[in-house]
T-cell receptor, first 118, second 114 residues
Framework: AQKVTQAQTEISVVEKEDVTLDCVYE???????LFWYKQPPSGELVFLIR??????QNEISGRYSWNFQKSTSSFNFTITASQVVDSAVYFC???????????????FGTGTQLKVEL | ETGVTQSPTHLIKTRGQQVTLRCSSQ?????VSWYQQALGQGPQFIFQ???????GRGNFPPRFSGLQFPNYSSELNVNALELDDSALYLC?????????????FGPGTRLLVL
């Protein structure tokens, strides 16, 4: 069974601090996909990034960066110079390659609440 | 904005009633997935529809059912509502049903069962 663990329930930082959100996953699949989503108070899940299991290059997008390490089954997310607008719940998710009868689903972690204060 | 819309935004029902939630996919997407998110938890997969057929189901009882229409919009129906059904219901659309497909989420429907 697939599993995603986000051990950090809540993180509070002061604006301009860097912050890293941890994600550890379990899967038996050799091909899989990892995602990060942001959920602001409005509730909508906003897609941030997708990474496949064959690409271990780190990725940077503006203030956001992601560190994928297959050896430790981790896909961590760093926000540099955090801003108040970054306050949200962040979810890491794993895509299962196949369900019975086909299809795919996302297995989510429990999320990390990030609070950025002035 | 993902282009995925859901209605209604909020709903209050009483135990034992039935409810229908609706979702319109992003243009060009033929796959819709439904998730239930209880307060303080991550979303849990309910089921997925691909080209109008159910294409996978999570650990939810048969009183959770759905439909996908030829225009790829979708409905989630829940019968015999229970208090524990109170949650945010999210639908997501994607271009296909393969693992690599990114699922784009709508704003959700908040259901309260009294």
């Amino acid at each position: 069974a697939q599993k995603v663990t986000q051990a950090q329930t809540e993180i509070s930082v002061v604006e301009k601090e860097d912050v890293t959100l941890d994600c550890v996953y379990e899967t038996r699949d050799t091909t899989y996909y990892l995602f990060w989503y942001k959920q602001p108070p409005s509730g909508e899940l906003v897609f941030l990034i997708r990474r496949n299991s064959f690409d271990e290059q780190n990725e940077i997008s503006g203030r956001y960066s992601w560190n994928f390490q297959k050896s430790t089954s981790s896909f961590n997310f760093t926000i540099t110079a955090s801003q108040v607008v970054d306050s949200a719940v962040y979810f890491c998710a794993l895509s299962e390659a196949r369900l019975t009868g086909g299809g795919n689903k996302l297995t989510f972690g429990t999320g990390t609440q990030l609070k950025v204060e002035l | 904005e993902t282009g995925v819309t859901q209605s209604p935004t909020h709903l209050i029902k009483t135990r034992g009633q039935q409810v229908t939630l609706r979702c319109s996919s992003q243009s060009g997407h033929n796959t819709v997935s439904w998730y239930q998110q209880a307060l303080g938890q991550g979303p849990q997969f309910i089921f997925q529809y691909y080209r109008e057929e159910e294409n996978g189901r999570g650990n939810f009882p048969p009183r959770f059912s759905g439909l996908q229409f030829p225009n790829y919009s979708s409905e989630l129906n829940v019968n015999a509502l229970e208090l524990d059904d109170s949650a945010l219901y999210l639908c997501a659309s994607s271009e296909g049903d393969r693992a690599r497909e990114t699922q784009y989420f709508g704003p959700g429907t908040r259901l309260l069962v009294l």
